[in-house]
């Protein structure tokens, strides 16, 4: 009789340490949020962002990426899944960034809505309107970053063939001659304030 009451226990125990663990999971995933699936497109690169990355909406985490993937009709597009919360207003006006947080380098999906097209945008993972990527900040910076590369060496150049043997010597000669006629221009001054001084 008393085995029967221990192992009545010992099940009622791993009954309650059952439900408190489902308890814990339930807890710990945090309320399932209704969401709606959209893809955004771009043709420039995606380093740093990977799936489960945040969506962000100004700056608010509205979501998640959901997968990455080629654009199987043109390869220079990729396609990127992204779940948004349904109470996110997404519209035709809508723009994605590639932000990326801190110097850590992990990037996440920024909208933004430029306000020119209210109109709402149809959810939907595949075809219909996709939202479009812009240029991030780093990018626009690494692209101006090599401009000013290119023309810093075009500068160097040019500054390199300024200062040429043969160019030296001729920018010497003109010093030359320009102090020599600095010189002969100032006592052709003084010449000239002596005539023209009280005494004459």
Avoid at 5 to 14: E, K, V
Avoid at 108 to 130: M, V
Avoid at 152 to 178: F, H, I, K, Y
């Amino acid at each position: 009789m008393e085995n029967r009451s221990h192992a009545l226990l010992a099940g009622l125990f791993l009954l309650f340490l059952g439900a408190c663990a489902v308890a814990a999971l339930w807890w710990f995933s945090g309320r399932q949020e209704e969401s709606n699936r959209y893809v955004v497109e771009t043709r420039n690169n995606v380093t740093g962002l990977n799936a489960q990355a945040q969506v962000r909406y100004r700056g608010i985490r509205v979501g998640k990426v959901e997968s990455i993937r080629l654009d199987p009709a043109d390869a220079r597009s990729t396609l990127i899944g992204i779940s948004v919360r349904k109470d996110i207003p997404v519209t035709r006006g809508t723009v994605a960034k590639l932000g990326y947080q801190g110097v850590t380098g992990i990037a996440h999906i920024l909208l933004e809505d430029d306000g020119r097209d209210a109109t709402p945008l149809a959810p939907g993972a595949e075809g219909g309107r996709r939202i479009a990527m812009q240029d991030s900040l780093v990018q626009e910076l690494a692209d101006v970053g090599g401009d000013v590369l290119r023309q810093t060496r075009e500068l160097l150049v040019g500054m390199n063939d300024l200062l040429r043997p043969e160019n030296r010597q001729a920018v010497s000669r003109t010093l030359a001659n320009l102090e020599a006629s600095s010189r002969h221009a100032r006592e052709a001054s003084e010449r000239l304030q002596r005539a023209l001084g009280p005494e004459t």
